[in-house]
């Protein structure tokens, strides 16, 4: 069990990633948005349970639902929102938007808009921290749309022969896009795919921010310890629609994502706090107040930021390296 100030600081980051994401879909729809924006409503208690186990200098490579992702690893709402405008103050200085958001200096090692390389991505970070001896980990997200790529495959075999310092997180929200898991899938778990490849696995209610906190925590253990990869099944739910601006209805009921809304992880974790007594309502209440603050501060920074210079268009093109 996390330590209260911790308990608090998992509460918290959760918030910054819903308050902005909910920030990032008003953004939307008034037009600040160029390209597209997936959000990550209702999967925040993974990103921010896996993360808080890891190092600035750990490797996280993620999706097209990355938000939050990079939230969690550190890059701060100022920088995650002003990128999706398309400002000189983003994380990539504006020139990539929501699947392109990247800082090294923290570990955060992009989004991305294809499904899947991000498992090998991370098996190979996890290779150079194993050739260079050191206890850093690589982290890959993704979600159960990616598992039956052959990236899947080969990533985690690679992983598992070499023992790799490599965590797989795999939010299965049951859909990719419109099409259930159960339908693409001749196998529809994910967790008991890491016995077939020699690796360690663990399925958990990825709604539930001290078992996703708990499994990633003893995954994070191992890998630094050498003791090699881990694959983690969180189980979860989308409650928007894929993308902002896409209809949401056809392939899933209103009764099936109210259900899930019931078990939404925030305000769940917001119950087990006050029923546990690790803090009290106006603590929490205040912890909000200062996110929301935090975040319409973010959101009026990007709006006020100016755009990449033209003339500036060939710069990070090449590495000067
Ligand atoms: C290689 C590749 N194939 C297809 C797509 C189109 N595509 C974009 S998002 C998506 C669904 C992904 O589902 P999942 O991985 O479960 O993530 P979720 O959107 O549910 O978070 C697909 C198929 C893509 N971006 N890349």
Redesign the pocket.
Known sequence: MPESEQLLALYREMLIIRYTEEQLARSHQMGLIHGAC?TYVGEEAIATGVCAHLRPDDAVFS???GHGHALAKGVSPREVIAELFGRSTGCSEGRGGSMHLFKPEVGMMGTS????PCILQAAGAGYSFKLLKSDQIGVAF?????VN?GAFHEGLNLASIWKLPTLFVC?N?M???EVPFAYSAGNPHVGNRGPAYGMKSLTVDGNDILAVYEAAGEAAQRARGGEGPTLIECRTY?TRA?AEGMRDAGYRTPEEVEEWKARDPITRYNGWLLENEEAGPETLAAIEAEVKEMVADAEEFARNSPWPEADTVSEHVFSQR
């Open positions: 997936h999706t097209h639902r808009g294809i499904v899947g993704f979600g159960d749309g990616a790529n939010e929200n859909y990719a896009t989308r894929h």
